[in-house]
């Protein structure tokens, strides 16, 4: 394998001694460094991350309890389901939702419909959502 001296550093001083292969992988990253890289992805700001979220959720807190049923028992069915929704998001998602349900902006739908239930079970959902990073920390743990 041949050698090449180079130096330590820019001031001259000790030298280095390289291999062929030190040179071509400098060589190599200079390469990779100076080729134009593609534009960033930018996601479209028309569809905002939560939008997804939003829908089944006030879908559920606006659906009528069924015919017969007990209010406590279809609030409870409500809870779970909001619950269920919650646990699909990742925990930035979740850690976003829930800065965005404690500020409680006017005008915010989801805010809105969350305060109307009553606030023991909005304290579960909430501390639901600020359990995400533990949650996924165990999940990916399990693997």
Do not use: N, W
């Not at 001259?12 to 071509?24: D, K, Y």
């Not at 060589?27 to 134009?36: E, K, V």
């Not at 939008?51 to 009528?64: F, G, N, T, Y």
């Not at 930035?92 to 915010?108: I, Y």
């Amino acid at each position: 394998m041949p050698l090449t001296c180079a130096p330590a550093s820019i001031f001259g001083g000790q030298l280095r001694i390289r291999s062929t292969v030190e040179a071509s992988v400098d060589r190599g990253l200079a390469q990779i460094r100076s080729s134009p890289r593609p534009p960033p992805v930018r996601p479209d700001p028309s569809v905002s991350p939560a939008a997804a979220v939003d829908a089944p959720l006030i879908e559920i807190l606006d659906a009528p309890l069924a015919p017969g049923e007990i209010a406590s028992i279809g609030y409870r069915r409500k809870e779970e389901a909001i619950g269920a929704v919650l646990a699909t998001l990742t925990a930035l998602e979740s850690r976003a939702l829930l800065a965005r349900l404690t500020a409680a902006r006017p005008g915010d739908r989801l805010v809105e419909k969350l305060a109307r239930l009553t606030p023991e079970r909005r304290h579960r959902l909430l501390s639901f959502l600020a359990d995400a990073r533990r949650r996924e920390a165990r999940r990916i743990a399990r693997r």
